[in-house]
């Protein structure tokens, strides 16, 4: 049975979650750790690995590939710009959250009213929720995908229609336009998607959005577009210089190695980014080093075009480790390989462990997975060797 709560409810919530009273963990059933606010696990998808605080007993890890984070990031320029930034610490960040809009506005090609700033791109997926979902309905994403919007929502009262994925792992778009009703608040899309990688061709997610974003939003997650070799060929940003009302998200996460930074932004109607704005504050959770570090990392194109080159490498290599181990991994666009595994998703996972290789797992429909993140070329031998002693 599904609980709401009030704003006033949720604010104390947060404050226990992040005071640390709630320690938190998405787990399989058969475990008692409490899930933190907003994680709880879905029917079908369920995240095996713990999410906001590493045991004592990883600080030692060897290979860190369990977290999609860029391993070679942030970018010296970004890095120079943070320390230099650090002198402004006593002021507020509002002359850099302008500028950084400016700079967005500008690259996305928008007006500055279409652009909003959050400390990472899962505080605008969960604001976004928010906002839409307060007083319940539904959203429909695919199944599996990334979670951080449907938890929120499905927490506050709404409903989550969840549609499987493709037999190629592309959005079924065609049962997520026919599963749209009057209590439809949103649709989610995370495209490249999480955890499986895979993309949906760009041509048949633009007519999806043309065709339904005159009836209910449309919230693309583009959080790993930056890795292919062509990103804004994939993109649906255009899509709102024509009028359509759909909701595009990015971060800094992932090619400009930010991730503990925590800065990102969304590009909407200025109606979607005053509705979020109406509610919150978001830049307010932004700080100025993170501010200015970004804007000289989008400047840092050699850094951004390396860490695309020796991604993609990295990806390839462990693709292909995968397969001659005899397993069958799901071909990826992002920084990750999701793949089949023949024993308990905790086996897996422990016996990465004990050699020092942290990497994710999942059951999706009852079946278990294990998800390696793209790290340095030694980080991905020590997993081929640990893979191939595990399963040989």
Request: aromatic share 8%; with cysteine; hydrophobic share 40%.
């Amino acid at each position: 049975m599904k609980s709401t709560i009030n704003r006033r409810s949720w604010f104390k919530q947060s404050v226990l979650t992040t005071g640390g009273l709630i320690t938190g963990a998405i787990l399989a059933p058969e475990l008692t750790a409490k899930p933190a606010f907003g994680m709880k696990p879905a029917n079908k998808y369920q995240l095996l690995e713990n999410y906001h605080v590493a045991p004592p007993d990883r600080e030692n890890m060897k290979a860190r590939l369990l977290a999609n984070e860029n391993p070679w990031g942030p970018s010296k320029k970004a890095i120079a710009a943070i320390a230099e930034a650090a002198s402004k610490g006593n002021r507020y960040v509002y002359g850099s959250a302008m500028k950084m809009v400016e700079v967005l506005a500008e690259k996305e090609g928008v007006s500055k009213e279409q652009v909003l700033l959050a400390a990472g791109s899962t505080d605008l997926l969960e604001k976004t929720a928010f906002a839409l979902c307060m007083k319940g309905g539904n959203v429909i994403s695919a199944d599996p995908s990334y979670m951080s919007l449907v938890n929120t929502a499905t927490t506050i009262g709404a409903s989550w229609k969840n549609i499987p994925l493709r037999s190629d792992y592309a959005h079924d778009l065609t049962a997520m336009e026919k599963a749209i009703d009057a209590n439809t608040k949103l649709i989610y899309i995370c495209n490249p998607n999480n955890p499986t990688g895979t993309l949906t061709p760009i041509e048949e997610l633009k007519a999806f959005c043309k065709r339904v974003s005159t009836k209910v939003p449309v919230f693309i997650d583009e959080a790993y577009l930056e890795l292919l070799d062509h990103p804004e060929a994939h993109s649906t940003v255009g899509l709102l210089k024509e009028g359509y009302d759909v909701i595009v998200c990015r971060t800094f996460s992932k090619i400009h190695g930010m991730a503990g930074l925590r800065l990102g932004y969304m590009v909407a109607k200025p109606e979607r980014v005053k509705m979020i704005q109406d509610m919150v504050r978001t830049e307010m959770g932004i700080s100025v080093t993170s501010l200015e570090g970004a804007m000289a990392s989008m400047q840092d194109v050699d850094f951004q075009n390396f860490t695309r080159s020796h991604n993609k490498e990295g990806r390839e290599y462990v693709f292909s480790e995968l397969k001659r181990a005899g397993l069958n991994p799901i071909p990826s666009y992002t920084s990750f390989v999701l793949f089949p595994i023949q024993m308990p998703v905790k086996d897996m996972i422990d016996k990465m462990m004990s050699r020092g290789v942290g990497i994710r797992g999942y059951e999706i429909a009852g079946k278990p997975y294990g998800r390696v993140s793209v790290g340095t070329m030694d980080e991905l031998k020590l997993f081929v060797k640990s893979l191939n002693e595990i399963v040989s």
